[in-house]
């Protein structure tokens, strides 16, 4: 299937890999192509530059968020919170019209250091701004909660866990759990929590995760919801 | 020992029953003695009123905020999140100088229906608040993710589940542990997440466990923090 993963950072090209070894036919979408591959830097994560990861996956496409909207029939936004709504702008409404987005960003705001706290919460979610934003996209939030190793090789983690979908569209979910069979996810271990109100509870599971990953030292964890019989 | 715990509602009701059970001196605080103790209609969750609770508990004493926060040696606060502080200072500072406060109480407001949003979150928490109101306080935020039954038996889950701590004083988190094993909980499933600002994230796993409780029809669910290996 043709799909779009828009933000070229971890995120991006993970799924992007995983999607391009899966036969998906990947296209990136970024602001400014030409500046994404001139970047001869690590990124912050110590990663090497995109262009160098580009020549290990020629099969993926590169282009601008609009390009990759035009060319997805499946969209998945990876990019920053922040980055969102100015990279679903630059795609432009009538290229994502109709399409079902899998939503994976968080509104994290790091600009007083780590941890960093949300820049929407509580009473609002990134994922309902996107769904407001664009009310002919069906927005589906989804894998948010876990590190970008975990989203695409969930069997590495010892024990069963849990990945989470809020969304307004049934079909538009059943479509993303298919995709989420295809990553290595079991059935049981996908709990549909409602509608995209719900998107509000698993981006606050950011908060606690941040500081687990301060604790333990390290990413290589998830929730997994275990569900008990209820006492008569 | 001597054992405070302020809230008389299900989760003041069930941590005193357990203490209770495992041989502490425990009073149970409140507002006004006499009109809890003259409620003759069930609760809001169809539980029988005080009165019939405390005919079951005899042992159990019943006082005002103040009276079992000078009886407590060991304090535990089981109120309302919006009835948090005013608990507190009807308890007074000076009664509560010094000594340990579990604080299970998160900040929901119910006021616009089910599901809650919270009163605090984000950049502060509910245990911060009560931590800066009271300095001279160990607080110790923990047990406040699950439902009230699970706090207390927490093998009536079919495995290994977590309970997260949060507090300024490592002394205070250890005497938390001690008591969180004499409930139950085994040494591995506890995760001290580090000082009382970490209350946030615990405190954020509301949004989601509301939505849980309605998607699943239950509480009798916890999270789980599952562990790998950092892949090489």
Redo the contacts between chains.
Sequence with gaps: MKTAVFGTGPVGQTIADKLNSLGHEVMLGTRDVKASLQRADKDSFGRPPLKDWHKEHPTVKIGTFAEAALHGEFLVNATNGTGTLPALAAAGAANLAGKILLDIANPLDFSKGFPP??TV???DSLGEQVQRAYPDVKVVKSLNTMNT??MVAPR??????TV?LSGNDTGAKDRVRELLRSFGWENNEV????DIT?A???E??L??????Y???G?G????????????K
């Design positions: 706290a949300l919460c509580n009473t190793y975990l590495s983690l010892p024990s069963t866990h989470f709990i549909d929590l409602g719900t509000r509870g698993t606050q599971l908060p606690i995760w941040v500081r687990l301060g604790t333990l390290h290589m964890f998830n929730f997994n919801i275990v569900k008990g019989e209820v006492p």
